[in-house]
């Protein structure tokens, strides 16, 4: 089992960046597939983008051209570099992972079973 801790979180002006971190605790992410998802107050909660276990990314349309996700050595970190944010943008970011994740349902919410806490992101106009 893993445990997954976001940080990287804040406050930051329209066209600014943010990295958000996922550090995974309890194993390695080598044998799981990872992905972001985001959810605005009032709203419901949206694929942003996943690494599958073979390294293969699938993007959301509002999040492809602007954002990319790495990992970081040894597989115990995942990264969300968001560059050109947008007040759309403003949500609170998960970190997902799953050992049964698919090619069709990477961007399905109910395909990941374990979530860490979820970190802030607000951008300001």
């Not at 600014?16 to 992410?29: I, Y």
């Not at 969300?80 to 949500?91: G, I």
């Not at 997902?96 to 109910?110: E, L, N, P």
Request: charged share 15%; hydrophobic share 35%; glycine share 10%.
């Amino acid at each position: 089992q893993v445990q997954l801790t976001e940080s990287g979180g804040g406050l930051v002006q329209a066209g600014g960046s943010l990295r958000l971190s996922c550090a995974a605790s309890g194993s390695t992410f080598a044998r799981y597939s990872m992905a972001w998802f985001r959810q605005a107050s009032g709203k419901e909660r949206d694929f942003v983008v996943s690494m599958r276990w073979n390294d293969e990314v699938t993007w959301s349309a509002s999040a492809k051209g602007r954002f990319t996700i790495s990992k970081g050595n040894g597989h115990t970190a995942v990264y969300l570099q968001m560059n050109s944010l947008k007040p759309e943008d403003t949500a609170v970011y998960y970190c997902a992972a799953s050992g049964r994740v698919i090619r069709a349902t990477v961007s399905s919410a109910d395909a990941y079973d374990y979530w860490g806490q979820g970190t802030q992101v607000t951008v300001s106009s």
